[in-house]
Structure formats: structure tokens, C-alpha cells
């Protein structure tokens, strides 16, 4: 990259990266700038290839996803469910907040691309609360009998039998709504039968709404 300032190894690839750029995006990398630099010490370690910066713990494909958006390469195909969860460690590692809300942002515009029990589990490991409530709606919509033993083992035993509650409760209140129809308050001046009229959409109100309701 141009104006390049430092030089970074991990695994075997080195970065040749820009330290503002860096600090910008990280308060991890603006304290190990600032701290070399408020001490008044030359900096050795990542100022040529011979003594880059070797980020120990931490997975290549994760770095390669913050430099791929914080220096701006094009992207041209979807995040995996696996990236998204390397990205958002690595914004936890390395304090990203900029980048953790572009994250969260993506997966928010993109959540139907995975399954709900899969961004329950990244919002559950991240802390992301920002992710879980409109996932959660989408897997109160999910009938029970489609969720395989992996979507429980994602969900946890908490989150699966919270859902399990929660679908029951609104499947009685469904059964509710359905068994009595809304009542007419007041019939038009020109009904010539309200008893009759009652019936009448007490039969459409059954054949109609509550059939949906109770049969979905």
C-alpha cells in the first residue's frame, strides 16, 4: 500500500501497511503507536522486513478481512458465515469499533442469507446485541420441526427452550383469537337483522381468519 509505514507479519506474509490508518481504525494499534512514541523510543520493530510486527494469535484470514475493508479493496463476492464471525473476533481483539459496526451493519442488510440459529450464535459469542432481536423474530417464525440438532447446538439450551416457550405461548393465543371472532359494536342503520348479521360473520370469521390462524 502507499505510505506505507510500518511492516507486519503474519504467518508468513508480511503487510507493509499505514500506521494513521491503522491508529485510525483500532485503539489496539493507536496504543502500541502512541506508547512507543510517548516514551520517546525509536522504533525498530516493523520498519523493514527484516523486523516486522508479528501479530502472534492472530489468524491471517482475519486480517486480511480488516485490511480488505479498512484499505478499501473491492470485495465482489458475499461474506460466509465463518467471516463474519472472524471479523467481528478480530474487532473484539484489536478494538475496531468502526469496522465492528460496519459488521454488524452488513449483517443486518444480509441476514437472510444465513439461517437465524447461526447469527444467534455470533450475536450469543460476541455480545452483539444488536443482532438478536429482529434474529430471534425470524426464528420464533421458523416451525420447530425444521431445526436440526446443529441449529440446537448453536442456540444453546437457553435460547432453544426460551423459543420453544415462546412459540407455545403464541400458538394458545392463536387458538384464542381464532375460537371467538371480534364482536360488532354497532350495526349500520340500515341492518334489517343484527341477530342474523352476527351469524353471518361469526361463519366468515371461521371459515376465513381463524382456519389461517389455526392452520397457518
Not at 502500541?32 to 520498519?47: N, P, R, V, Y
Amino acid at each position: 500500500f502507499s505510505n506505507a509505514s510500518h511492516v507486519f507479519q503474519i504467518d508468513n506474509v508480511l503487510y507493509r501497511l499505514c500506521g494513521l490508518v491503522l491508529s485510525t481504525n483500532s485503539e489496539t494499534f493507536n496504543g502500541m503507536f502512541f506508547a512507543t512514541e510517548s516514551a520517546g523510543l525509536q522504533e525498530i520493530d516493523g520498519k523493514s522486513d527484516k523486523r516486522p510486527i508479528c501479530l502472534s494469535g492472530t489468524m491471517w484470514e482475519m486480517f486480511e478481512l480488516f485490511v480488505e475493508h479498512t484499505f478499501g479493496r473491492a470485495r465482489t463476492s458475499q461474506y460466509t458465515i465463518e467471516e463474519l464471525s472472524n471479523f467481528l473476533h478480530f474487532c473484539d481483539m484489536y478494538q475496531c469499533s468502526h469496522t465492528w459496526k460496519f459488521v454488524v451493519s452488513h449483517i443486518h442488510s444480509t441476514h437472510y442469507h444465513f439461517h437465524p440459529a447461526q447469527l444467534i450464535n455470533l450475536a450469543i459469542q460476541y455480545n452483539t446485541g444488536m443482532i438478536f432481536p429482529f434474529t430471534f423474530k425470524r426464528l420464533v417464525n421458523t416451525p420447530i420441526t425444521q431445526l436440526t440438532a446443529q441449529h440446537w447446538e448453536l442456540l444453546g439450551n437457553d435460547i432453544f427452550t426460551t423459543l420453544v416457550y415462546v412459540q407455545a405461548a403464541l400458538k394458545e393465543y392463536c387458538h384464542i383469537v381464532a375460537a371467538e371472532e371480534p364482536k360488532i359494536l354497532m350495526h349500520s342503520s340500515d341492518c334489517q337483522d343484527p341477530v342474523a348479521c352476527n351469524e353471518d360473520w361469526h361463519t366468515i370469521w371461521w371459515n376465513g381468519m381463524a382456519h389461517f390462524l389455526l392452520n397457518g
